[in-house]
């Protein structure tokens, strides 16, 4: 028996430092890492068994060509020189014949570490392919805080064991940041409350001192209206506001003209609710807000991170201290992103392709899109309008390459399906998002059957189309050693050469107890100006979806689709086989249509519709359906409307900063399944 350090790759704040527990050579145990500052010993219990996921029988562990019709899964090994060889071919004839731009890289997060996750893009630079803008998960909110603070980094999350109030506003801390759990469980032992700001009563708003059920969409009125009330109550960091920011006057003249009734229908909140939030935030200075990337994914919500910041910043959160500060991100590593990507190998510019337009671009996007190649992605779950995806990637003439772990709905409609390693046999560096720690892991064991990690198949790939641009002759630790050399955060006095021992590493950004702004000499602009065609103040925008009138009289309820704590995204979709998932209905919603708890229901509008069984509750409001997690859809070729899954119901609309998803606006009606829409 033996153990061996590795990281968590998935898309979660926390990036884990765990220990894999091996006998004989086999993972037989995943563990948190004890001495990791942040994990302290614990993981969630989907990584827990993760193991089960390296060794499963159905995992992809050789090259396989399709033989079926697309989405069957009907494949024929074949060997990997063979595999290669196709690939080469058939992009070069797509790229000769079409133009590089016919040729669609399809990749997010599903591994997060920096080699492996953009290990594709130099390949796809060099052939002048379209240009994959990765937006669907947290580009609105990265917009939002961007425009509001620059570059500066979020506030390291152990400030808030000290704090004597956390607000948690618009994230499921027990579900999507397991680990910023201990700092406020610290804090309230102490004798901290926690206030709670979501749309429904998940696991953390159960557990808090106050929940506030905003409206979704609402949270920038909401913001405002607290700013609004701390100006009249005079509860703000007048201090702070003169020494470290600027344009505070224009955004007062603003919220002194705003009507308190606008605030209030926009936010869900009365103006009772409002003035006793305010009073608590004046009386606890040591307040610390962590924000969600969740209550970003509507038309509203780069504008909701602005006005939170705006908020977080008339408190004085940025000035730090024991329990005072202010996290989204935490921005402790900035590296430079070419050295990972390499867009000079580039010949000349090419077309940008949002992700979230996926099912536009295999479908009506001119000239066509003629080869997709996807990787750490499963876009027939996790994409916006999967009806359309389905849709483009049944094309015949579409030239389509999974690299892929196990059979997903995606991998289902592959051409050609590759095996890709775990991130236990892989060896890349990871920094969390949510905190404040580096890392390098190597791989726990040797690869399974004949899987290749990213970087391996794309560096194979480029050999065989004949490239030898010394990006392309990199080793992964080359790779590695040359994004540290001048990466921003690391400790003074440490050699990159000692990042590799694999010990966290602990950024230069944390270890000040002054805040972030203060510690780097900046400031906070309430106005900033030359961010585009967007207003300079954080100020009330139109809605969307939700305020569309032509689709609320067809389509009535609101639906969010928030994470459920089984999965991960999509990623663990493959262990509950026909599982549909539940919908959160109100009985006010239930009763008129004769719905009971478990009915089995659809959900449906104008893009698709797809099964769930209703859970009635008081914990969502009236006219919002909740809909967690991302559950697989069953495809059938003979049977397309069975294979549906909640995405099929959403929008490849764009939230009104950063191209990112609007999930959490989508307009549907509710009917048991006997009955039909």
């Not at 527990?21 to 993972?27: I, K, N, P, S």
């Not at 152990?158 to 700092?183: D, M, P, R």
């Not at 998002?433 to 892991?441: D, E, I, K, R, S």
């Not at 080359?478 to 050399?485: G, K, P, T, V």
Request: hydrophobic share 40%; with cysteine; charged share 20%.
């Amino acid at each position: 028996m033996e153990t061996k350090r590795t990281v968590c790759p998935l898309d979660c704040p926390d990036s884990c430092g765990m220990i894999a527990t091996l006998e004989a050579g086999r993972v037989t145990e995943l563990n948190g890492d004890k001495e990791h500052p942040y994990t302290r010993g614990v993981i969630c219990r989907k990584m827990r068994g993760y193991p089960q996921r390296l060794y499963m029988k159905d995992r992809l562990l050789e090259p396989l060509l399709r033989v079926g019709p697309k989405g069957a899964a009907e494949f024929r090994p074949i060997s990997w020189d063979a595999a290669l060889e196709l690939m080469a071919e058939r992009l070069q004839e797509v790229q000769q014949r079409y133009g590089g731009e016919a040729i669609l890289p399809y990749a997010y997060a599903g591994n997060m570490g920096l080699v492996n996750r953009f290990a594709g893009f130099p390949l796809f630079h060099k052939l002048n392919a379209s240009r994959l803008e990765q937006t669907i998960c947290s580009a609105a909110a990265g917009s939002g805080w961007e425009k509001q603070c620059a570059t500066l980094p979020g506030s390291p999350p152990e400030q808030a064991a000290e704090a004597s109030l956390v607000v948690a506003w618009g994230i499921n801390i027990k579900v999507t940041n397991l680990h910023f759990w201990q700092y406020v469980a610290r804090a309230r032992k102490q004798g901290a409350r926690l206030v709670v700001i979501d749309p429904y009563r998940n696991a953390t708003a159960s557990s808090a001192d106050e929940h506030l059920m905003v409206r979704p969409g609402g949270d920038t009125a909401l913001a405002l209206g607290l700013l609004k009330q701390l100006i009249q109550d005079q509860g703000l960091d007048q201090a702070f506001i003169r020494q470290h920011t600027r344009g505070f006057a224009t955004l007062a003249a603003y919220l002194g003209e705003l009507g308190w009734e606008e605030l209030t229908r926009q936010s869900g909140i009365s103006r009772a609710a409002i003035h006793n939030l305010a009073r608590l935030l004046v009386s606890n200075p040591q307040t610390f807000v962590r924000i969600g990337v969740g209550l970003s994914r509507n038309s509203r919500g780069g504008m909701a991170v602005r006005a939170i910041t705006a908020l977080a910043a008339g408190l004085g959160l940025f000035r730090g201290g024991p329990g005072r500060g202010v996290l989204l991100f935490s921005g402790a590593f900035r590296g430079k992103q070419e050295k990972l990507c390499y867009p000079a190998l580039a010949s000349e510019a090419s077309r940008r392709v949002n992700m979230i337009h996926l099912g536009h671009a295999l479908t009506r996007l001119q000239p066509p899109v003629r080869a997709l190649v996807v990787y750490n992605a499963n876009p027939l779950s996790a994409n916006p309008d999967t009806t359309m995806v389905r849709q483009g990637l049944a094309r015949d003439d579409l030239f389509t390459v999974v690299h892929e772990q196990l059979m997903t709905p995606t991998a289902r409609y592959a051409d050609l399906l590759l095996p890709a390693t775990t991130f236990l046999e892989n060896h890349d560096l990871y920094s969390g998002y949510g905190h404040f720690y580096l890392q390098v892991a190597r791989p726990v064991v040797e690869p399974q059957g004949q899987a290749r990690s990213n970087f391996e198949l794309f560096q194979g790939l480029a050999r065989q189309m004949g490239f030898s641009d010394p990006p392309f002759l990199q080793s992964c630790e080359e790779r590695i050693l040359d994004y540290l050399q001048d990466l921003e955060g690391l400790p003074k006095g440490i050699d990159p050469e000692e990042v590799l021992a694999g010990q966290p590493v602990l950024s230069s950004r944390s270890c000040s107890p002054e805040g972030p702004l203060i510690q780097l000499g900046g400031s906070y602009d309430f106005a900033p100006s030359g961010i585009g065609p967007e207003p300079s103040i954080p100020c009330l925008t139109p809605g969307g979806e939700f305020t569309d009138p032509d689709l609320l009289a067809r389509f009535p309820l609101r639906l969010i689709i928030p994470p459920h704590d089984d999965l991960l995204n999509s990623t663990f979709g493959e262990r509950y086989p026909g599982r549909v998932g539940e919908v959160l209905v109100h009985p006010q919603d239930a009763a008129p249509l004769k719905i009971g708890d478990q009915t089995r229901v659809w959900l449906y509008n104008h893009r698709g519709r797809v099964q769930r069984l209703a859970r009635i509750s008081s914990d969502t409001q009236p006219g919002l359906v909740v809909a967690e997690g991302l559950f697989w859809p069953q495809e059938s070729v003979e049977h397309p409307d069975e294979g549906a899954a909640i995405n099929d119901l959403t929008s490849q609309k764009v939230s009104d900063m950063g191209g990112g998803a609007t999930f959490h606006e989508s307009l549907v009606g509710l009917a048991p399944v006997d009955e039909g829409p």
